[in-house]
């Protein structure tokens, strides 16, 4: 028997924006149905690979998300020259497996992947192609954002141009940030880069805390001023 259902999530992303049926193949009485079409194969957050039950008139996910409400993922970046090399691309120096853990496509699976590159000394986050900039919103606190200018009006955008330090050129789909004098020491040149383009803005020394919302269930791709980062410095460097 072929049945359209509405799908209870049990807190997993696995429709679309906008749906929230399903097809179900089951035979009268059984508890599991044979086949859902219309949902992904793994929760587009955790990764994992739903079991579903038929309960009440529609099909359930049966065990819960690990991560109902999405991943904020947040790292630390030392910044010790007070220079802060700003591009989408530092794999010269930085690099890391994007397919060691979970699915790349999944929020799991890139919160483990800027985890690692933090461990490496760069802050990394995709951001989609979206070329967004990196725009001073405060006293030492930057956001990473990509903002829609409607050509047809007047209306300002919400982050005013003399604010961005710099460009982000997303050929990789992320940005990259490190500290310009390790990222020298560690071998990088200009012209030893794979991608892209590079800035390098003058900051205050210190440790900097990037927080990074895609992985968010409330996170708007499609919103005019699309913020993909916040980064403060959160202690002066070297600390006193």
């Known amino acids: 028997?072929?049945?359209?259902?509405?799908?209870?999530?049990?807190?997993?992303?696995?429709l679309r924006k906008g749906t929230d049926e399903v097809t179900v193949i089951s035979e009268p009485g059984k508890e599991r149905?044979?086949?859902?079409?219309?949902?992904?194969?793994?929760?587009?957050v955790c990764d994992e690979q739903p079991t579903y039950v038929l309960r009440d008139g529609e099909v359930h996910a049966q065990d819960p998300c690990a991560?109902?409400?999405?991943?904020?993922?947040?790292v630390t970046l030392d910044v010790p020259s007070g220079k802060l090399i700003v591009t989408d691309d530092l794999r010269d120096v930085y690099d890391t497996?994007?397919?060691a853990g979970a699915d790349y496509n999944t929020a799991l699976g890139q919160a483990q992947v800027i985890q690692a590159m933090a461990a490496l000394g760069c802050a990394f986050g995709p951001v989609g192609n979206s070329c967004p900039g990196l725009y001073r919103n405060g006293a030492d606190t930057y956001v990473i954002a990509s903002v829609?200018?409607?050509?047809?009006?007047?209306?300002?955008?919400?982050?005013?141009e003399p604010d961005r330090l710099a460009r982000i050129c997303t050929d990789l789909?992320?940005?990259?940030l490190a500290d310009f004098?390790?990222?020298?020491?560690?071998?990088?040149?200009?012209?030893g880069r794979m991608l892209g383009d590079h800035t390098v803005i003058d900051v205050p020394p210190g440790t900097y805390k990037i927080t990074h919302h895609t992985g968010e269930h409330s996170f708007d791709r499609d919103a005019d001023l699309v913020e993909f980062a916040?980064?403060?410095?959160?202690?002066?460097?070297?600390?006193?």
């Open 1 to 14: 028997m072929i049945t359209t259902m509405r799908l209870n999530n049990n807190g997993h992303h696995l």
């Open 97 to 99: 497996d994007f397919f």
């Open 33 to 44: 149905p044979d086949f859902v079409q219309g949902a992904y194969s793994a929760c587009a």
């Open 148 to 160: 829609y200018v409607d050509e047809d009006t007047d209306d300002a955008p919400a982050l005013p």
């Open 67 to 74: 991560h109902p409400m999405g991943i904020t993922t947040e």
């Open 181 to 191: 004098e390790d990222w020298k020491a560690k071998g990088g040149t200009p012209q």
């Open 173 to 176: 789909w992320a940005y990259m």
């Open 230 to 240: 916040h980064i403060e410095r959160i202690a002066p460097f070297p600390a006193p």
